[in-house]
Every structure is written in C-alpha cells, then in structure tokens.
C-alpha cells in the first residue's frame, strides 16, 4: 500500500504563489501516477495536475500555464503561480499504482483572497 502527506497550503492573496508538496511512502515502486486534485466546497473533487513515471504531465485548461506539477522518485510538487480567488480548494495528491490502486492524501487547504 501507498501513504500519501502533504504539505505547503496557507492563505495567499491572489496573484500569489503557492508550492505544495507530498511525499509518499510504502510500495512507492508500485505508483504509476502521480497527481493533485482539489475540491470547493459544493463541488465535485477535479483533478489539477499529474504526472506519469515517465515524466508526462496533464493539466486542465483552468491551470495550464499557471500551474507546474513536478515528480522526485517518491515526492511529488505543485508549483502554483498567478492564483485566483476560485483557487480556492482543499488539494489532495493522489496516486495510482500498477495495480490500480488508488491512494489519497488527508488534504491541504489552500485559500486565495481576492
């Protein structure tokens, strides 16, 4: 199994950067993907950022070009630039193993105030 922590949320007035960071530990030689999500209050969880072993990234329109994930063997970062008021989430990283296994982290909350 996969255990996940984060670190990095706080209060950032927007335009603000924030850099979240996680770190994995267990079967971390399992883990295929890893990612960050976020979830608004009334919203859905969305994901915000991943990347693969290999080193390809994913992001959703709403973060492209603001938003940088990057990945050191078990850890992985979210380098977040130019933040917005709708940033605001609780941010969980996320990852997936060969096995399909799905792990969470306990959540970070990040708040941008406009």
């Known amino acids: 199994q996969v255990q996940l922590v984060e670190s990095g949320g706080g209060l950032v007035q927007a335009g603000g950067s924030l850099r979240l960071s996680c770190v994995a530990s267990g079967s971390i030689n399992s883990i295929n993907v890893m990612g960050w999500y976020r979830q608004a209050p009334g919203k859905q969880r969305e994901l915000v950022a991943s990347?693969?072993?290999?080193?390809i990234t994913n992001y959703p329109d709403s973060v492209k070009g603001r938003f940088t994930i990057s990945r050191d063997s078990a850890k992985v970062y979210l380098q977040m630039n130019i933040l917005k008021p709708e940033d605001t989430a609780v941010y969980y990283c996320?990852?997936?193993?060969?096995?399909?296994?799905?792990?969470w982290g306990q959540g970070t909350q990040v708040t941008v105030s406009s």
């Open positions: 996320h990852a997936l193993t060969y096995e399909h296994y799905n792990a």
């Open positions: 990347i693969t072993r290999g080193a």
